[in-house]
């Protein structure tokens, strides 16, 4: 974990939830080269409760490397 302050979690899309895009900035994270774990929160209610894992592009958002498309 990294220390700095996580998204509230009712502002996350399900896509951020699930792991799919930068918690941070909403990016693909399929097309970033590096991503690292910023934390956890909850999510849900009731028995749906559960910690979703928040993912980041890395070393930051701004700095992040874009994965390269191979032919075309």
């Known amino acids: 974990m990294t220390g700095e ?3 509230d979690p009712a ?6 939830l699930d792991e799919l895009n930068c918690a941070l900035c909403c990016r ?3 097309d970033v080269l590096d ?3 910023i934390g956890k929160v909850p999510t849900g209610t009731g028995p749906r409760r559960r910690m979703a ?3 980041a592009c890395a070393p ?6 874009r994965r390269q498309v191979r032919g075309a």
């Open 35 to 37: 991503d690292r774990m």
């Open 53 to 55: 894992e928040l993912w």
């Open 5 to 7: 302050a996580l998204p």
């Open 28 to 30: 693909l994270l399929a």
């Open 60 to 65: 930051t958002c701004a700095t992040a490397r």
């Open 11 to 16: 502002t996350l899309t399900a896509g951020q």
